[in-house]
């Protein structure tokens, strides 16, 4: 099966750093890949939708300056947590599309404190 | 309504119990379709997508109904390790691409 990785699985960091999150897709070449995020005992909510070469596209309330995605390559895309607050504190998700299917990342859980 | 809805359950199964759960959405020109399953404080991993004409694997079984704009997964048999949240996914078309809405999941627990 497809396989997408994600890194790092956990971090903790101080109010205001900024956190980088790296996807992905290790044995298939991914034009769009997705990120999420999910809260406790709560669904996927989709953030963005990351399309290589081409600017992300957010979803409405997600704010485009703080969560800042790159996919630069048609096998990573980033996601950028800048000015990271408690509340950004949450389990960050991505998958990679392959034909009509996504695959996820097994997911970054980050705590902001 | 939600573009996709699920019964949240959760639905507590004795094992080898069959267990049938429905989805419905709301966009007649959805494509493709899927069941998910998550474990908690896991990733989603694909279960199954699912066909026009239903299909199966292993103990699942997936089927569609376009007319009625619902899909169902049947697990027969259930297994301990089948405790999980099942999650139904629906691409529609939007933009000009696909959008793809996930369901709020159904929690089932298979008890021993």
């Known amino acids: 099966g497809a396989v997408v990785s994600q890194h790092p699985s956990r971090v903790i960091c101080k109010s205001g750093t900024s956190v980088k999150i790296e996807c992905r897709s290790l044995?298939?070449?991914?034009?769009?890949m997705f990120w999420y995020r999910q809260f406790p005992k709560q669904s996927l909510m989709l953030m963005a939708t990351?399309?290589?070469?081409?600017?992300?596209?957010?979803e409405q309330g997600v704010e485009k300056d703080k969560f800042l995605i790159n996919h630069a390559s048609l096998t990573l895309s980033t996601l950028t947590v800048t000015s990271a607050h408690p509340e950004d504190s949450s389990f960050y998700i991505c998958?990679?599309?392959?034909?009509?299917?996504?695959?996820f990342g097994p997911g970054t859980r980050l705590t902001v404190t | 309504r939600k573009e996709v809805e699920q019964d949240p359950g959760p639905f507590n199964v004795p094992e080898g119990a069959t267990v049938a759960f429905n989805c419905t959405y709301s966009?007649?020109?959805?494509?493709?379709f899927f069941w998910y399953r998550q474990d908690c404080r896991k990733e989603p991993k694909l279960l199954m997508s699912?066909?026009?004409s239903g299909n199966e694997d292993g103990r699942f079984t997936a089927q569609l109904n376009r007319a009625s704009q619902y899909i169902s997964l049947l697990i027969r048999d259930s297994k301990l390790s089948d405790s999980a949240t099942y999650l139904c996914?629906?691409?529609?078309?939007?933009?000009?691409?696909?959008?793809?809405?996930f369901g709020t999941g159904t929690r089932l627990k298979v008890l021993a």
């Open positions: 998958s990679a599309l392959l034909s009509y299917e996504q695959y």
């Open positions: 044995d298939f070449q991914a034009t769009t």
């Open positions: 990351s399309n290589e070469g081409s600017k992300a596209t957010y």
């Open positions: 966009n007649s020109a959805s494509q493709s």
């Open positions: 699912v066909y026009s």
């Open positions: 996914v629906v691409n529609k078309p939007q933009g000009g691409t696909y959008k793809y809405i």
